[in-house]
């Protein structure tokens, strides 16, 4: 018993003077940026069940949308996009993730992938029922100008990953996320999506929070830069929601005393 508590002494004190600790906050960063930050890491090709989008395919498409001026013209153009891939497709696509997950801890991964699903699977299917039913066509919202960066961002990326393989998941996955934060104004990630430590993207008071938005500065073809939610000034544990209410019934209730009571 005295030789395992030197041992782990021993092991500990390693740990400190060689970074291991650090180590330790790096893989934890790596896997936040892998895989819900770093779009274009995340993304792999093949075994699509339609048609394959050519760079040049995707790069009229994208111009297309860079003109686009309000969420009308923009549902029109994403619409026309989305449904050429079939329901086939966005599974291959979710199931490329959840095999990225499979060494992840399982309650991590069982809280995770269901918001992954909704990621997808969600923005797909309020996409074509707006682009089918017609019911965006009167939406005259102008866009933001980050739009036009975003799709030249797309271009971008897709003339990247097809250097090295074939581009169109990539594509298909920055046409949802362009979907929900420029149509809906929505993370791309949805609420209550969790992070590695437990903090998780929230909503409070109808402000969207996320706890690593931050850390996407220098992450190539990124969607934090373009998503609605802001970097949160406090933790975001799901916890944090019952601390939130129960400081701002403090606060009415102070002012209640002071403006109303004497």
Known sequence: MIQLSIQAIIEWFTRKISGGERKQDRSSDEAIQTLLIDTYAESEAGDLTTEIRTIDQITLACRRMQQAETKGDLIRLLGTEVKRFSLRDLEMMYTRFEEKTRNLPRQYRNLLLPKVNEQIFSAQHRLLLLARSGAGDEDETTLPKAAVSYFGMIEAAA??????????????????????????????????????????????????????????????????????????????????RAVRKERRRKELLNNYRTNYKG
Not at 160 to 178: C, I, M, Q
Not at 203 to 212: H, I, Q, R
Not at 227 to 233: I, V
């Open 159 to 240: 003339r990247e990953k097809a250097k090295t393989n074939d581009p169109t998941f990539l594509y298909l996955k920055y046409l949802l996320a362009g979907f929900t934060i420029f149509v809906m104004e929505e993370p791309a990630h949805p609420v209550g999506t969790p992070f590695p430590g437990g903090q998780i993207v929230d909503e409070w008071e109808g402000e969207y929070l996320c706890p690593v938005r931050d850390r996407a500065d220098g992450v190539p073809f990124a969607l934090c830069p373009f998503c609605p939610a802001r970097q949160s000034d406090e933790p975001t544990y799901p916890e944090m």
